[in-house]
């Protein structure tokens, strides 16, 4: 919701008090009853003038503030203490204006100060000596409160922008985990139903009951998984999970091994990593026809080295939304993807170790 432009009005009764000026001669000075009344009725114009400028947008307040200086100078001939409602009239300028109409503006409202007291004979020496730097000392103010609401402006651009940015990188941190987890276990899924098939074709019941069986625990397993990336995705570690993704490599009829130590890792390198490990499987049972695939883990000094090797016979090696994601995932944690093509093709992960990695 954007920052309202209005003038905050919890203190507007308060700033009232400069009206002393106008209230004292009621004391000090007799005039006729039509005076007093015609005083009043400025006094209430003036006033539902002031408090329409508190709820209306700066944009709209040349009306109040044309209203307040009317009123003014009508009042003027009978009280001089009208020099307040000036004063106010120079603050909402101020406030209303960018510099440049600010000066003309405030340059127009000295002028006819000074008319009014040539043209008038003001009996009040002070009208202009004291008035002229009132008025101008108050519209300081106004361009003050104008400055604080470009602040509180540009504070609140930041804070949408900055909501903004974090909702983009969530919506494609959601896009890429909901690639790697139902990429991968779609392939699954396609599997299992395809060797169901051929079992019950073979009239192998029990064998294909089984492969149902699992392919509705891997739908289960993605809905959940779906469900939780949401929030951010939750896993039963890496060594369980790779442990999964080489059942799967051996149901799609690859000879799947595991060389080295899985290590133990924070949460969030930890996720990145079975991310990665997932979609650089799922491109291997997809793509690749490889028949063997190794998944191998080693650490020299602060670096832990994982790779994806397969003996497949992809001739041309595109990287599609899948691996760019995979890039941008790992970059984010200060890992690295290298992919060599060789009787095969060797994807090499390099995660820098650090103490809170582990």
């Known amino acids: 919701m954007a920052l309202d432009d209005k003038l905050e009005s919890k203190l507007s009764w308060i700033y009232l008090i400069n009206l002393v000026f106008y209230i004292i001669p009621l004391f000090t000075v007799r005039f006729a009853v039509w005076q007093y009344l015609s005083m009043a009725l400025a006094l209430l114009l003036f006033l539902a003038c002031y408090f329409a400028a508190y709820r209306c947008k700066r944009q709209q307040l040349h009306w109040p503030i044309t209203g307040i200086v009317l009123i003014a100078s009508l009042i003027t001939p009978i009280n001089a203490g009208s020099i307040a409602m000036f004063a106010y009239a120079g603050f909402f300028i101020g406030y209303a204006y960018a510099l440049k109409p600010y000066l003309l503006l405030m340059s127009m409202l000295v002028a006819l100060l000074v008319v009014l007291d040539i043209s008038l004979g003001i009996a009040w020496p002070l009208f202009l000596i004291m008035g ?32 903004q940015l974090a909702a983009m990188v969530e919506r494609e941190r959601i896009g890429r985990d ?37 392919l509705s625990q891997i739908a289960r397993d993605a809905l959940s998984q779906v469900r939780q990336s949401v929030s951010g995705y939750q896993h039963q570690g890496l060594a369980a999970e ?3 993704l080489l059942a799967r490599l051996r149901d799609a009829g690859c000879k799947a091994e595991l060389v080295g130590t899985i290590p133990v890792l924070d949460k969030r390198h930890e996720t990145t990593m079975l991310l990665a490990l997932t979609e650089l499987v799922t491109n291997v049972m997809r793509h690749s026809k490889a028949d063997r695939c190794q998944i191998s883990f080693s650490q020299q000094s602060d670096c832990l080295k994982v790779e994806v090797t397969d003996n497949g016979t992809a001739s041309n090696l595109k990287e599609g939304n899948g691996l760019q994601g995979l890039r941008q995932r790992l970059a984010a944690v200060g890992a690295s993807l290298l992919l060599k093509q060789h009787e095969g093709v060797t994807a090499l992960i390099e995660l820098p170790l650090r103490k809170n990695n582990v």
């Open 132 to 163: 002229v730097p009132i008025v101008l000392a108050v519209s300081l103010l106004g361009r003050a409160e104008q400055a604080k609401l470009r602040h509180r402006l540009a504070e609140h651009k930041s804070e949408d922008e900055i909501k």
């Open 178 to 214: 909901l690639h790697d987890i139902l990429g991968h276990t779609l392939s699954s899924i396609v599997l299992k139903a395809d060797l169901a098939e051929k079992l019950l074709s073979h009239q192998k019941t029990a064998e294909a009951q089984q492969h149902l069986m699992e």
């Open 242 to 244: 790779v442990t999964k």
